[in-house]
């Protein structure tokens, strides 16, 4: 099992930004997947972006396609999620996630939690007007 831990998270006016992190514990990334979700209070959790490890492959939703960059760090075992032009449908809490199978080829599965095998406690965002 992978422990996640992410940070980062907080406070941020719309237009601003902030960079969540996702640091794994116990093993490292490898040829895992590492996917980024957010849920806000009375909604399902919500896709938001997906890294591969071994090929830096990167995958957005729509939403955030633009705005949001997902990136590694090799020497640090973290994966950071770069929020641009925050808006206020932004505000969630925010998950990192690993995919132990970490297929670098496009999937329709990688928007789907249960994709996902081991989950982080997640980090606040909250974006004010």
């Known amino acids: 099992q992978v422990q996640l831990v992410e940070s980062g998270g907080g406070l941020v006016q719309a237009g601003g930004s902030l960079r969540l992190s996702c640091a794994a514990s116990g093993r490292t990334f490898s040829n895992y997947a590492i996917g980024w979700f957010r849920q806000a209070p009375g909604q399902e959790r919500e896709f938001v972006a997906r890294i591969n490890w071994s090929h830096a492959i990167t995958y957005y939703a729509d939403s955030v396609k633009g705005r949001f960059t997902c990136s590694r760090d090799s020497a640090k075992n973290t994966v950071y999620l770069q929020m641009n032009r925050l808006k206020l449908e932004d505000t969630a809490r925010y998950y990192c996630?690993?995919?132990?199978?970490?297929?670098?080829?496009?999937?329709?599965?990688?928007?789907?939690?249960?994709?996902?095998?081991?989950w982080g406690q997640g980090t606040q965002v909250t974006v004010s007007s």
């Open positions: 996630a690993v995919d132990r199978a970490g297929i670098a080829t496009y999937s329709s599965r990688w928007i789907y939690s249960a994709t996902y095998d081991d």
